[in-house]
């Protein structure tokens, strides 16, 4: 079983973009996401700086469009059997699993992103990422200072959120064994925090037509694979303020028998956590168009 993931949030890169806009037909297709998300793709993935594609409501856009920009470009799609997406990287999934169309993709995305920029702006939030100790011990420490769970990424990696002053705490006195890393984001994500963006964009979901998915496509809620499209897009809007249980989908992946992983543009980030939680199954991170052919020559294999 050959499946594509889509990364999520703080994947992308300054210019990340521009070998892309080489390829065929590329440039019309941004001009496309652009108009549907509200966000100048173009010089987003091109132009701007570090700081300016880190603002949430351009990266969420932007990662989704970089996603399908090149999920368009795979050649052998029909040899893909199943999909997943980490956080904002499931509205890329969703359109790849034909539950949303492209636009319908686009638009949510980028209502999602503004929602969720303005509820951060509510509060002083942050993430850090927590690497290794024991998965109890720092769930316990976080519940003694008021933070949350917001990404179980397997591989020894939760990343927490909350409230400035408790993110500062813990990396002031961390739990033994591990190793807190502030990430660069505006707010606590996946928490309770977003709770005003979960009504936002559940209020314009209900505008958007949905279909089943046409393959097998796994949800961020608990690592199960969902046969309603409907459903999902519950599942979606939800997610907004619920953990993301993406060591759940990596054990799905195994007890599927995945036997080959494509990462979708801006790539690395999933294929990095594959490696040490799915020892031994090929992966390749499509980055640039160059990457194409490995990915192709991965999806193809014993098709």
Not at 166 to 176: D, H, I, S
Not at 193 to 209: F, K, Q
Request: glycine content about 10%.
């Amino acid at each position: 079983m050959r499946i594509a993931v889509f990364p999520g949030q703080g994947s992308q890169s300054p210019g990340f973009l521009t070998p892309w806009l080489e390829s065929d037909g590329a440039a019309d297709r941004l001009a496309r996401y652009s108009e549907w998300s509200g966000v100048d793709l173009v010089a987003a993935g091109t132009e701007w700086d570090a700081d300016q594609i880190r603002d949430t409501q351009v990266a969420q856009p932007l990662i989704v469009a970089a996603s399908l920009l090149s999920w368009n470009a795979l050649p052998d799609r029909e040899h893909i059997t199943g999909v997943a997406g980490h956080s904002v990287g499931e509205f890329a999934a969703a359109a790849a699993a034909g539950v949303l169309s492209e636009e319908s993709a686009l638009t949510l995305v980028g209502i999602r992103g503004r929602a969720m920029a303005e509820a951060a702006a509510a509060a002083e939030t942050g993430m850090s990422a927590v690497i290794g100790g024991d998965e109890a011990s720092v769930l316990a420490r976080l519940e003694e200072l008021g933070l949350s769970p917001a990404n179980y990424n397997g591989g020894g990696q939760l990343v927490v959120a909350g409230a400035l002053d408790a993110l500062q705490a813990l990396a002031a006195a961390p739990v033994a064994g591990t190793r807190v890393v502030p990430l660069q984001v505006a707010g606590a994500f996946h928490t309770r925090y977003m709770a005003p963006a979960v009504e936002a964009l559940r209020a314009a979901a209900t505008d958007h037509d949905v279909s089943d998915p046409g393959v097998t496509l796994w949800t961020n809620r608990d690592g199960s694979t969902v046969t309603s499209g409907q459903g999902f897009v519950d599942l979606l809007v939800a997610q907004v303020a619920s953990p993301v249980r993406w060591d759940l989908c990596m054990a799905s992946f195994a007890d599927a028998g995945v036997s080959g992983i494509v990462e979708l543009s801006p790539a690395g980030t999933l294929v990095g956590l594959a490696k040490r939680a799915l020892r031994g199954v090929p992966a390749v991170a499509v980055k640039t168009p160059t990457d194409l052919e490995a990915a192709t020559a991965l999806v193809a294999a014993d098709a």
